[in-house]
Structures are given as C-alpha cells and as structure tokens.
C-alpha cells in the first residue's frame, strides 16, 4: 500500500509556470510507475504523463507535449511535473498515480494501468 499526497497546485494566470509535486510514503518508490492525470469539471480524467521506474523513459499526453515535464527523485520518494506556457485549457484537478506493473507498454496511458491515487491538487488558469 502506497499513500500518495499532491502539492503545488493554484491560482495562475494564463503563459505563467507552476510546478507540481507528489510525494509517497513507504518504501520501494523506484518499484513504481508514475504518473499524472486531469480532470476538468464534466469530462472524463485525461492523462497528463507518466515516468518509468528508474526516470529513464517518459510518455506525455497530447495537451503535455513540449509545455510539461513529469520527472523523479527516487531518493525524496517524490514525481513532479513541471507546467509552463499554462492555458487556460489546463485548469483542472491534478492527480498523481502509481502502479506496480512490471511492463511498460501503451497501457500506460490508461486508467485502468495505475493502483494507487492521490487525493488531486487543483490548478486554475486564469487570463
């Protein structure tokens, strides 16, 4: 069992920077995939990115590609993901989510691929 707690959410103005942490309790961090996911009021939770064991290999959503960046400190336990050029678009409520799957494949971008949540952070984007 993992317990997963978000920060770093907020109020920003549109083309402005935040960055998002997630940080675990226990042990074996590197044992799990990492990722990020949204959720806007009405839609369905989107996925943002996501981060191999070690941080070697990340994958991003098409709205995260080239304007954010998921990365890993195994040693602080703790996944970020950096958020620059924010959109309006983007305010939603965050989510960081781990897996203990051993393979690393398209159903990365799933749901269903992930067993632990955390309880969101959300962002607002502002013009």
């Known amino acids: 069992q993992v317990q997963l707690v978000e920060s770093g959410g907020g109020l920003v103005q549109a083309g402005d920077s935040l960055r998002l942490s997630c940080t675990a309790s226990?042990?074996?961090?590197?044992?799990?995939?990492m990722g990020w996911f949204r959720q806007a009021p009405g839609k369905e939770r989107e996925f943002v990115a996501t981060?191999?064991?070690?941080?070697?290999?990340?994958v991003y959503g098409g709205s995260a590609q080239g304007r954010f960046t998921i990365s890993r400190d195994n040693d602080k336990n703790t996944v970020y993901l950096q958020m620059n050029s924010l959109k309006l678009e983007d305010t939603a409520v965050y989510y960081c989510?781990?897996?203990?799957?051993?393979?690393?494949?398209?159903?990365?971008?799933?749901?269903?691929?992930?067993?632990?949540w955390g309880q969101g952070a959300q962002v607002t984007v502002s013009s």
């Open positions: 989510a781990a897996s203990v799957a051993k393979a690393w494949g398209s159903p990365v971008r799933n749901v269903n691929y992930y067993d632990y």
């Open positions: 226990g042990r074996s961090f590197g044992m799990y995939v």
């Open positions: 981060i191999s064991w070690s941080g070697d290999t990340t």
